[in-house]
């Protein structure tokens, strides 16, 4: 379950960069399995995303709409 979220927010011109930090816990002995999906404004862009567990970093692919 996601246990909290942190926003932070920098504001340059008109254009804002938003970076979105998720915490989970696994209450179980074993991994689980998931998917994350994004769902965001069509006016908007992505333009990276990195999930780490424990000493394990992983850098997703952005691709285009």
Do not use: C, M, R, W
């Not at 804002?16 to 908007?44: C, G, M, W």
Request: proline share 6%; hydrophobic share 35%.
């Amino acid at each position: 379950p996601l246990k909290n979220i942190v926003y932070k927010v920098i504001i340059n011109n008109n254009i804002a960069d938003v970076e979105l930090t998720q915490y989970y816990s696994n209450p179980f002995y074993k991994p689980i399995t998931t998917e994350y999906l994004f769902a965001i404004s069509p006016l908007s862009s992505f333009h990276s995303f990195i999930a780490e567990f424990d000493d394990t970093k992983i850098e997703g692919k952005v691709k285009e709409k």
